[in-house]
């Protein structure tokens, strides 16, 4: 069964994949509603709805992160992650980290971590975590501390 495919395995009508892109949309912009949604539909079954969420958000990023938008930037850095695209990955979400993106700053640092996307690499995991605290993330404080 294709990551496109329902649980029937039947592509989605466009009625459908309309509204889960305004269930993603939403999520994203903070809907505690949609945001529950999701992560019950990923946890049924994670691998195939994560890779469907992940090509969603890049259909919909896609040109918004092209205009320079930087949460749009961060949502494909975050989506090519979840589709194992390293490079991809990394170059999506370094652009907003760099300038100040602190949840691109978590991510960059998380991918670096012992189970992390791009390799287990502790100097780049500290390097951005230190980044984030130093913006101001009271959580990345705390993990230097």
């Known amino acids: 069964m294709g990551a496109g495919r329902n649980l029937f395995g039947k592509e989605p009508g466009k009625k459908e994949q309309e509204a889960f892109k305004e269930l993603v949309r939403n999520a994203d912009a903070g809907d505690g509603d949609a945001k ?41 850095g975050i989506s090519y992650a979840r589709l194992l695209d390293k490079e991809a990955s990394l170059e999506w979400l370094t652009g907003p980290a760099k300038k ?14 012992p189970k992390g996307v791009y390799g287990y690499r502790r100097d780049e995991q500290r390097f951005w975590i230190l980044k984030a605290a130093e913006a101001g993330d009271a959580r990345s404080q705390a993990d230097m501390g």
Request: proline share 0%; net charge positive.
């Open 36 to 76: 529950e949604q999701l992560r019950q539909m990923i946890k049924s079954d994670e691998t195939r709805q994560g890779e469907r969420l992940a090509r969603t958000r890049i259909e919909i990023y896609t040109q918004a992160a092209y205009q320079g938008d930087l949460q749009a930037q961060y949502w494909l």
């Open 100 to 113: 100040g993106h602190v949840k691109a700053m978590k991510a960059i640092a998380k991918g670096y971590g």
